[in-house]
């Protein structure tokens, strides 16, 4: 028989219950105020932390981000838009692999050695060839650098069932020191190599990034299309989605890994390109920077839609330019940065809840033991 | 009744999201007694129970245990009140034995004594009549021991008001005889018991009193004794319904695959598929029955060119060119290309047969997104397929762009099945394609495969229920252990031969 202790009553007093899917508009919003809300935080600990008022904080952020547009100074728009770009670039091409549920964590290594390729060529071609075909050339190399490192775990993924998360990072240390040996070699121990002007992708418009920009969004764009329309995208998705139903209409798995890496990879390359060739016209072991990590997250936080990766991209060079600008103009640690951007990325992941989620507090109970 | 109730649950609710799975229910279970509860799936049995097994906590309402009001918040609470609850998935460590699963996690008074456990166990046995060895290693029983166990071991923790998950799901016929004499011992040594099934002949000839739930609602209790299954099924469904399938006779047959002494092993290094043998002739429905997990899967899995074999062939006599091809160690797609239209319900819908994720559209896409010229997808054509499935089958969904894990099993079931219809198949292989439907979903599918089997295609049908086997299929293939037992006439074979086929062991090979 029971025990004849009567217990008392200690009911959860929350209780969590899945929602159905959530209208968009209201997804956004809740996505919005989060941001707003990380933002107001970071002005709080920011004004503790420095002594400077509310609005004062903010100003320095966006002069930090975007310069001082309104005194016609552009320059440190331009510089937004390109790191910008460099990031999304990045993030685009990691999103095939994350939609195949391959984790890419090698986009890192995969644009250095897509850099160094195009290093390589600048250096040893330069000259000797029209500057249009160099360009041609060192294109083609900084792709294939890039999907070679690529498709090498996907390879072992497809074959062997390796683990591709550690295999893709592993790479990226191999692609680090191969640079530093590069750097090593040419830099003839100095450890820097010096700007070279053969091989730079052309200025236009006397604007020294758009060329940049501009070949980031029309990737975008091609992405955002391959993914939803073109047939290779839908195996993507139904691999990613269940290997099983893979088999089952008869798409061949490995095919389609090994494909997405190299697409994947050939992304990456073309990053490296474009920080190397585009943008610094040299090359060091920090030139892609960790970027190839934090891609990662901007892939995840737009929901590995290309269009809404590009404002995730833009919301994290700005915090992270703004945020440094602060510190230093308060004598702050770098740590500063990674703060600011840490209190809104972890706002951002944390609405993802309440947008699956709502929270309820459990209706009092009417009293009476027995 | 003059004893109090072992068990009463007074106005329980419970809701996930929107979703209500127990409204308003009350029932009461004396000692001494069994009670079923059932009803379709997804009416709400299942969290009901959980509820008094302490899983979740309801909503509303309050439950007693013999006059007292309980509170359950966990499982280590429903022991306290002598609650037992045997799972539909058992929860016991492969590598342990009988005994060492029944005494894990139990915080008993005095030194780790295991003899003394198997002794304890002993004498449960021997008092209700089980038939388990205590030192016995799981993973070397069959899944009827391992239910034993699980019931063992609640009552070994003193459990007196027991619950009973769909127990007989995964049971032989002859199996369940067993446990229904067993739980009849029970309840004369004053045990509460509650037993969920949705199987109305188990209710009628096991319980005392029966509960019946229909979408999270209480509609009533009755004496076993006063009722029938045409009642039964009214309160379960909600309106009358008539529960004869249609047999017609085969015309026209024509053997259309041959498999001939295939052999199959799986990654673990075991024989799956023991030369198996058998013909499938057009305009006939072939039942495969069998335990679960005897090779049913890699079966229709090998068929369909998703299973390496060891050797042997699977012939298909195609009626476009007269040709006999073997479709063995082809892949999904050459058989495809060969002009074979083998369409397969697989088991894992949403794992296998379907995208769970992907809305309706794409997922007709999936058997037809290679046709088109060009890189690009052609999303129309099946666009206009998937609103006639929606149409014709009568699926239930806010449009063809909600995500298919978001129907309910009844309707997602009817996506893949119309599909697979709609690539107008000569041969038509399904794998428990009633799991989890409700009674109409469940008459529309065997409505579906009857008139594949009119129209001339053969029909692979691979069933748990023996009742709807023998009523729907011509011929009933048993298969053990990887190994044909035999074939049987579905006209004439009873169900007590069949269940003797499915345990049969000698290795007695027949060809069919």
């Known amino acids: 028989m029971a025990d004849t202790t009567v217990k008392k009553h200690r009911e959860p007093l929350l209780h969590i219950a899945k929602r159905d899917d959530m209208v968009w508009w209201k997804a956004c919003l809740i996505r919005l105020s989060a941001i707003l809300l990380a933002l107001l935080l970071v002005g709080i600990i920011s004004s503790l932390l420095t002594g400077e008022g509310f609005g004062g904080v903010y100003s320095i952020m966006l002069r930090g981000a975007f310069g001082r547009i309104f005194q016609g100074k552009t320059s440190l728009l331009w510089r937004f838009f390109q790191q910008t770009a460099i990031l999304l670039c990045l993030s685009l091409a990691v999103t095939p692999a994350f939609k195949m549920r391959f984790w890419n964590c090698g986009a890192e290594g995969q644009a250095l050695i897509g850099g160094l390729a195009a290093m390589v060529c600048m250096m040893k071609l330069g000259g000797k060839m029209p500057e249009w075909l160099l360009i041609v050339v060192i294109v083609v190399f900084s792709c294939l650098a890039g999907a070679v490192w690529g498709v090498i775990p996907a390879l072992f993924k497809a074959h062997y069932k390796t683990n591709e998360t550690l295999f893709t990072l592993m790479m990226n240390y191999v692609a680090t020191q191969i640079v530093a040996y590069y750097v090593y070699l040419t830099g003839k121990g100095s450890g820097i190599i010096q700007p070279v002007s053969t091989g730079n992708l052309p200025v236009i418009a006397g604007l020294p990034y758009l060329l940049n920009i501009l070949i980031v969004c029309v990737l975008m764009v091609v992405l955002f299309v391959y993914l939803k329309y073109s047939k290779h995208g839908y195996e993507i998705a139904v691999v990613g989605e269940s290997q099983n139903t893979a088999r089952y209409i008869g798409i061949r798995v490995k095919k389609v890994i090994i494909r997405t890496m190299l ?5 990456c390359g073309v990053a490296g390109l474009l920080l190397v060739a585009g943008t610094d016209h040299s090359i060091n072991t920090n030139t892609v920077g960790g970027q190839g990590f934090t891609a990662i997250m901007v892939s995840w936080l737009g929901h ?17 330019s703004g945020a440094g600008k602060v510190a230093d103009s308060f004598f702050l640690n770098g740590s500063f940065a990674d703060i600011v951007s840490g209190v809104v990325i972890l706002f951002l992941v944390g609405c993802e809840f309440f947008i699956r989620y709502s929270v309820k ?8 033991n027995a | 009744m003059a004893t109090q109730a072992a068990i009463e649950l007074r106005n329980i609710t419970k809701t996930f999201g929107h979703v209500v799975a127990n409204k308003n229910v009350s029932l009461t279970v004396a000692r001494g007694e069994i009670l079923s509860i059932l009803g379709e799936n997804g009416s709400g049995k299942t969290t009901l129970m959980n509820m008094i097994s302490g899983i979740y906590f309801p909503d509303e309402g309050e439950i007693f245990i013999d006059g007292k009001e309980a509170v359950i918040t966990s499982p280590k609470d429903a022991f306290d009140y002598k609650i037992g609850m045997i799972h539909q998935h058992f929860k016991l460590v492969d590598v342990f034995s009988a005994t060492e699963n029944i005494v894990l996690g139990l915080n008993e008074a005095g030194k780790y004594n295991l003899e003394a456990a198997e002794d304890r166990v002993k004498t449960i046995c021997e008092r209700y009549g089980f038939e ?9 029983m069959s899944v009827s021991e391992k239910q034993t166990v699980e019931i063992i071991k609640v009552l070994y923790r003193g459990a007196d008001i027991l619950i009973l998950d769909e127990p007989t799901a995964v049971l032989t016929p002859q199996e369940t005889q067993k446990l229904f004499a067993v739980l009849r011992r029970m309840r004369d040594d004053g045990k509460a018991i509650i037993i969920i099934t949705h199987k109305l002949h188990e209710v009628l000839s096991l319980s005392d009193r029966v509960a019946v739930l229909r979408k999270g609602e209480y509609i009533g209790t009755v004496n076993t004794a006063e009722t029938n299954e045409a009642e039964l099924t009214e309160m379960m469904v909600g309106k009358k319904i008539e529960l004869n399938i249609h047999r017609s006779e085969p015309k026209n047959t024509v053997p259309r695959l041959e498999v001939h002494h295939i052999d199959c092993t799986n990654r673990e290094g075991v024989l799956v598929l023991d030369d198996v043998s058998f013909t499938a002739n057009s305009g006939e429905i072939l039942g495969i029955a069998g335990i679960a997990g ?80 060009g890189v690009f997808l052609e999303r129309k054509p099946p666009k206009e397929l998937a609103e006639h499935i929606i149409d014709e089958l009568e699926v239930v969904t806010p449009g063809v762009n909600t995500p298919v894990r978001r129907l309910s099993g009844g309707n997602v079931q009817k996506v893949l099945v119309g599909r697979e219809i709609a690539a107008a198949p000569t041969v038509f292989m399904a794998a428990y394609p009633v799991r989890g439907l409700d009674i109409n979903s469940s008459y529309t599918i065997y409505n579906l495969l009857n008139q594949q089997k009119e129209q001339g295609v053969a029909v692979i049908f691979v069933g748990e229920d023996l009742d709807v086997l023998l009523e729907l299929c011509d011929r009933i293939l048993v298969i053990g252990s990887g190994r044909v037992n035999g074939i049987v006439d579905a006209r004439t074979a009873t169900k007590e031969e069949i269940g003797l086929l499915m345990t049969k062991t000698d290795g007695g090979k027949q060809n069919g």
């Open chain 1, 263 to 267: 697409l994947s990879g050939a992304l």
């Open chain 1, 304 to 320: 590995f839609n290309p269009f809404v990766m590009a404002l995730i991209s833009g919301l994290v060079v700005f915090l992270r």
């Open chain 1, 361 to 368: 507090i459990r209706r009092g109970k009417k009293g009476g």
């Open chain 2, 132 to 140: 388990v060895e205590p030192k016995k290693k799981v993973y070397t």
């Open chain 2, 294 to 373: 005897s090779g049913q899967r890699e079966l229709l899995e090998a068929i369909a060119g998703l299973q390496k074999l060891d050797s042997g062939a699977v012939l298909y006599n195609n009626p476009q060119t007269g040709n006999m091809d073997n479709l063995c160690s082809k892949t999904p797609l050459q058989i495809r290309e060969l002009g074979v239209r083998l369409s397969f319900v697989p088991e894992d819908r949403l794992g296998m047969g379907l995208v769970g994720n992907m809305d309706i559209v794409d997922n007709m896409m999936l058997r037809s997104y290679t046709k088109g010229k």
